[in-house]
């Protein structure tokens, strides 16, 4: 009875939540396959974000894990609830109206089988990783001790310091969170349920990337997600691999960066300049969650950001694109300024 009330949480909660909370899904003429995966998408990306903003402050407090997952919880609720009360009239009609089916291709059904083939084997076959002793040891030890970071994951000791590398990248204790809520063990929620959510959005972005270069060529679009798919399944040339940190350690924060947001700020930058426009919204979120998954992102993701500020600012000549990329920046500014006074 306990594993049936799990699944129901995981699905409402990594599932539905997220899809809803993108705020994507109400559009005029219609949504597209491309609007059901930024809803999803972002639904998690602001998930992230709000996480990032109330767990660094209640870590140096000394807050307690239960005290963190109301918060957040109470948080990512109340944005639902808002906006299923905004959208209620057109969501309403999205039910009441018949979908749009379309016939896949024979290519487009290979892509789909792919990816399924990659779930299987990060599900059912074991992989270990040397660095989960910290990643899933410390949401364990936060989890059983209902401490935030107190106790060290790898001696049990009470921890007279902060880790420097993730006291401002807390994914563990986002794992820890998520676990309590959904009732099972961190090793559980990260070697299954986190494996097969984060690589299926891993797979929304690349088909958005596809789908930004090839425009609504839709057999073009499933070819590169199959070049994508025979790279990552025979890709694991080493450790430090996209493959092997895609279908080995992508339950991992630094994994998470290199395979999903990078690759979903480099598809919004690209479509922000072609379109010349800009969502200063969005991208803010993204470069907050950037700082929560990985270290690495306090610097790479502002990087990024900076490279399409020069570029867009060359080509307009308006100081206003600088001051946009330097805002949309502060998060991480200010994650990597605290950084070098913990050290």
């Keep these: 009875m306990l594993q049936i009330l799990s699944l129901i949480i995981v699905i409402f909660l990594l599932v539905l939540m997220p899809l809803f909370l993108g705020n994507r899904l109400v559009k005029e003429g219609g949504i597209e396959t491309q609007d059901v995966f930024l809803s999803y998408i972002f639904g998690w990306v602001k998930m992230f974000a709000w996480f990032q903003i109330i767990a660094i402050p209640f870590i140096f407090l000394r807050f307690s894990l239960t ?86 994951a790898g001696t049990g000791r009470v921890a007279t310091r902060f880790h420097p590398r993730y006291v401002f990248a807390p994914f563990p204790t986002f794992l820890a969170v998520i676990s309590r809520l959904v009732m099972m063990h961190p090793l559980t929620v990260a070697r299954f349920v986190f494996q097969i959510i984060f690589i299926i959005l891993c797979y929304m972005v690349y088909y958005l990337l596809a789908k930004e270069v090839f425009g609504k060529v839709r057999d073009k679009i499933a070819i590169c997600l199959i070049f994508v798919s025979l790279l990552n ?111």
């Design 67 to 152: 005290s963190l997952v109301i918060a957040w919880t109470s948080g990512i609720i109340a944005l639902l609830a808002y906006y299923l009360i905004r959208n209620f009239r057109g969501y309403t009609e999205i039910a009441s109206g018949k979908p749009n089916m379309v016939r896949p291709s024979y290519l487009e059904v290979l892509a789909v089988g792919l990816v399924l083939f990659q779930l299987f084997v990060v599900t059912f076959l074991a992989h270990e990783d040397a660095d989960d002793w910290f990643f899933i040891g410390q949401a364990s030890t936060d989890m059983h001790t209902n401490t935030l970071m107190g106790y060290d």
């Design 233 to 343: 399944l025979w890709g694991n040339v080493s450790a430090f691999t996209s493959s092997s940190f895609l279908l080995l350690r992508i339950h991992q924060g630094k994994a998470l960066l290199a395979n999903f947001i990078l690759p979903l700020l480099i598809y919004l930058l690209v479509s922000y300049y072609r379109e010349a426009k800009y969502n200063q919204r969005d991208l803010l979120l993204v470069m907050i969650s950037s700082t929560l998954v990985s270290a690495m992102g306090v610097f790479l993701a502002p990087m990024l950001l900076g490279i399409y500020g020069v570029v867009r600012f060359a080509r307009e000549r308006k100081v206003l694109i600088l001051g946009q990329v330097l805002l949309c920046s502060m998060p991480n500014i200010v994650v990597g300024i605290g950084f070098l006074l913990i050290r």
